[in-house]
Structures are given as C-alpha cells and as structure tokens.
C-alpha cells in the first residue's frame, strides 16, 4: 500500500462503525453496497475496478421441503480488485462463494442468477478485507462485533466532537457558526461527516497540532 495517499491510509485504519455491521444467525457481516460505497468514498468511483476471473457453477441438486420441492445451485467466483494508483494497480485476488435455493416450477433456472450474483459479491467482501478494518477485517478475529462496539465506545461523544468544534469555529470568525454548513465548511469537513466522530477527531487533532 506504499502508493496509496496519506489520506486514503487515515481512512483505512479508521475503526469499522458498528452501525455498518450486520448479524444473521450469529455471524457478523457487512453488506456488499456498503464495501462499493466504502471503496467510492476512499479511492474515488474511478480510483478502483473489479474483474471476474472466472465463474463456476459448483452444481445444482434437487431439494424437498414439506411438501414443496425445488432446487439449490452453487457457484464460486474469481475476482481481482484493483486499486487504481499514479504508478499502478494495486491488485488483490480471492475467491467468492453463493448459494441460492428456491421451491418454484422454474427453481433449477432462477437459482442460477441469485447464485452467481452472490458469489460475486462475496468476492468482492473477501478482496477488500485485505485493505483493513473499514471493510470488516477486525470481524473475522474473536471479538467480532463486539470488539467494534467496544472501540467506538471509547470514541468521544459526537455531542463533544460538535461542542470542541463549534468553540474552534467560533474562535477562528469571532462569533458563533449560524448554520451547520458554516461549521463543516470553514473547518475543512465534509458536511456528511459531521456525523462520523472518528473524522471529527481527526480535524480536531490536527488543529491541536
């Protein structure tokens, strides 16, 4: 990762949220729009690209349930995901895998899609793991969610993080912000990450310093 930005390292070794995580069945996930939101937000919509390397249907076998029957099919995916640098890719490559089951008269052919479609983003969740905490690495330990929520436990309060940048805003105009964009925008942030406590810690820090 010699070639990535100092800003896009900061962003990376930011804690993964909680409220990014998800639980089904006692297994702690994030979901695939979020890791292509994440990889927008860190490498810019044209900073990354995905290529599927190969697709293989693992098989598909007839499945019963009460008195419904229908069909379950695998597949597994290939991909590559290249982070797009000024003196290259950065490529990493892992394997995906889904699932699909369903009871309808055309199940042996609409398991296909759902399969595939999965494998594909598994793929793609098993890549980006590999850039850090922001895409769930910290979740295949054996704190899992847990740990996640512990750390952003020992975030300070957003309430705190406003108040400690209202008084720098405050002190830099000579009067109170009016508006919350005046906040965000002579502080240098975004204004969506006036929600995001790490960040505003990150500006706060800095002015410190």
Not at 125 to 143: E, M, T, W
Request: charged share 30%; hydrophobic share 35%; proline share 2%.
């Amino acid at each position: 990762m010699a070639d990535f930005t100092d800003e896009q390292l900061r962003l990376l070794a930011e804690p993964l949220h909680p409220d990014n995580v998800r639980t089904r069945q006692r297994m702690s996930y994030i979901e695939g729009h979020y890791v292509r939101d994440t990889l927008n937000r860190i490498f810019g919509r044209d900073g990354w690209s995905t290529k599927i390397e190969e697709m293989n249907w693992r098989g598909t076998v007839d499945v019963a349930k009460s008195e419904k029957t229908g069909s379950a099919t695998a597949y597994t995916c290939i991909m590559s995901l290249r982070i797009h640098t000024p003196t290259g890719d950065h490529v990493i490559q892992d394997v995906g895998y889904g699932n699909s089951t369903m009871y309808t008269v055309t199940a042996a052919l609409d398991t296909h899609e759902l399969a595939a479609k999965e494998a594909e983003t598994d793929a793609l969740k098993r890549c980006a793991v590999n850039l850090g905490d922001q895409f769930g690495l910290s979740l295949y330990g054996d704190g899992g969610r847990e740990d996640i929520e512990h750390r952003a436990r020992e975030l300070p309060s957003l309430a705190q993080l406003k108040e400690e940048l209202t008084e720098m805003v405050t002190a830099s105009l000579g009067r109170e912000p009016t508006s919350r964009y005046e906040v965000s925008d002579r502080s240098g942030i975004r204004t969506r990450d006036l929600n995001d406590r790490a960040a505003l810690q990150r500006v706060l820090d800095r002015v410190d310093t």
